[in-house]
Each structure stands twice: as C-alpha cells, then as structure tokens.
Nanobody
Framework: QLQLVESGGGLVQPGGSLRLSCAAS????????VGWFRQAPGKEREGVSF????????NYADSVKDRFTISRDNAKNTVYLRMNSLKPEDTAVYYC???????????????????WGQGTQVTVSS
C-alpha cells in the first residue's frame, strides 16, 4: 500500500518548536519531490515548504522563511519539517505530499502531487 504518514504535531506555546516527519511506505520517497502544505480552518490549503528529490533544492513560503527548515533522509524514506519560533498563526493541519513531476513553477500547486498524507494537527497557543 502506497502511503505517506505525518507525525510530530501537537500543542506548543508561542515561540516553541516542533519537528514534523513524513514517512513513506510502499514506494521510494527519494524519487519524489516533497512539499509541506497547511490548512487552517476556513482557509485554503497553502504551500509551506518544498524539497527536491535529491534534497539539493529547497524553498519556503515568506511566512515561514528563517523559522522552518525542511530536510530529508532518503535512506529512511522520510522528510522532516523543523519549525522554530512558532506563532499562533502557524496553527493548522499540516500535510506532506510527494510528486514525481514537480517543477519550480508548480511546487505549491496541490494538484501536481501524486501522494498525500492524512495530516497532523499543529496548534500554537498559550
């Protein structure tokens, strides 16, 4: 069964940190680019960060730049999103997605991705 599973979400105070994991099973994640997206209640899903299949290229939305770091360990078939200095506006369900034909122009286009995880809730609140 081909699937992505996110983990690592939870409740954290403003200024805190979390590390999300996106683990693939049933396929080799190293052949795919991976994007992290998030969706807050009443809002559209938005792209947060992107990493190429090799890990050589990364990208961040302006809202998370200098606070979030994306990385991957292809030997473990896993992609990570380290989130520091969390703000209440970071509260959302976070999803990872894998795509085989992602180019720079489409890295934050959800329809371009082949596989999606079920999401993990991140809540930033005091």
């Amino acid at each position: 069964q081909l699937q992505l599973v996110e983990s690592g979400g939870g409740l954290v105070q403003p200024g805190g940190s979390l590390r999300l994991s996106c683990a693939a099973s049933g396929f080799t994640l190293g052949y795919y680019a991976v994007g992290w997206f998030r969706q807050a209640p009443g809002k559209e899903r938005e792209g947060v960060s992107f990493i190429s299949s090799s890990g050589g290229s990364t990208n961040y939305a302006d809202s998370v730049k200098d606070r979030f770091t994306i990385s991957r360990d292809n030997a473990k078939n896993t992609v990570y999103l380290r989130m520091n200095s969390l703000k209440p506006e970071d509260t959302a369900v976070y999803y990872c997605a894998a795509g085989s034909r992602i180019i720079s122009a489409t890295m934050y286009s959800p329809r371009e991705y082949n596989y999606w995880g079920q999401g993990t809730q991140v809540t930033v609140s005091s």
